[in-house]
């Protein structure tokens, strides 16, 4: 199993999200030191009923707890938007 899917099976197993978006970013980072050892860059889009009135650094937690177990050997760099399904139904059409 691939790093993307380890990702999203943690992530699916601990926030049950409505929608979840991973995209591996690390090709953007080559030379970067962590790049070097093996470990990626990733963001990660999740629409989550779990995060219903948590502030966005407990969201954040929630995530970064939920894939602790690939920290940091296999994730480097992790950038996370954390949405509420009535917060990503407010967003703009884009």
Known sequence: MGRIERMQMLLTAALAPQQLQIDDDSHLHA?????????GHYRVQLVSEHFAGLA??????????????????EIHALSIRALTPQEAMDLPAS
């Open 31 to 39: 030379g970067h030191a962590g790049a070097r050892g093996g470990a």
């Open 56 to 73: 966005p650094l407990a969201r954040h937690r929630a995530v970064y707890t939920a894939l602790a177990e690939l920290m940091p050997a």
